[in-house]
């Protein structure tokens, strides 16, 4: 699986290609004032899990699925994500598609201002029949908290919330706190300025500086899923290419009792 970043010339050099379906993935508010001619709106959102229990994982794939479906999705298409930049919607939408198996994803890295002369305002219409898409999970980019608890030495795990949630200062779960020797990069770092996603060499840099090892397999959490799909991007653009997100993240994490929450400053990370 691989996933191919392209700007707004790709978009006009491919624009009249029948197999290109592009994918808005901003609130609908936003895309619905003008979106890329054929773009259906898809909202990823709605896609989230609260459990990494087998059933529930099997659920979300069922619902995954239909999504897909009634998109229109066939795998001959070229799947062309776009959004406000490469946030938290970008990701997730991206890292779905990654877990169904589809075989051809590009990622607008220029974001939708980019080609805001082409966006058209208007609903586009349904697909006429629905897709033939059907997904081939990629389990070993979903992760479950029975993975985190039972990693080994060749597994780390990053938190990519924000440096209070990190702490155990601040929570939307029952409980504050992070997992157990978990490094820390909040989402946002991963963006510049004009919030697009950095360049390859800037984020792998940014990555080791916060202890990440690149011949480490790395799980990655945030609140619900976002900013860990999204921080999962950022590391398949840096080279780290064995990383799995764990969807539910603390949302289920902080609210089972059982399980172990470290607070606190953490100890440097190890070189």
Known sequence: MSIEWVDADWWRAHAADPLLLPLDVRPAERAAAGRLPGARAFDPTALGLASSAP????????????????????????????????????????????????????????????????????????????????????????AGAQDLLERDGATQVLDARRREEY????????????????????????????????????????????????????????????????TWLALRRAGFDDAAVYLPSWNEWGARPELPVETGPAAAPAR
């Open 55 to 142: 059933d529930a994982v099997e659920a979300h794939l069922t619902r995954l699925a239909d999504a897909l479906q009634a998109l229109g999705v066939d795998p001959e298409h070229r799947l062309l994500v776009y959004g406000d930049g490469v946030d938290a919607r970008v990701g997730r939408a991206a890292w779905l598609l990654a877990y169904a198996g589809h075989p051809r994803i590009h990622v607008l890295a220029d974001g939708a201002d980019a080609l805001a002369d082409a966006l058209t305002a208007g609903a586009t219409p349904p697909p006429d029949r629905p897709g033939r898409f059907r997904p081939a999970p990629q389990r070993a980019l979903l």
């Open 167 to 230: 702490l155990g200062e601040a929570a939307k779960a029952p409980r504050a706190g992070r997992i157990p020797g978990a490094l820390h990069r909040d989402a946002e770092r991963n963006l510049g300025a004009d919030g697009r996603l950095l360049p390859a060499a800037a984020l792998r840099a940014g990555f080791r500086d916060d202890g990440l090892r690149s011949d480490a397999r790395t799980l990655v959490y945030c609140g619900g899923g976002g900013r860990a799909a999204q």
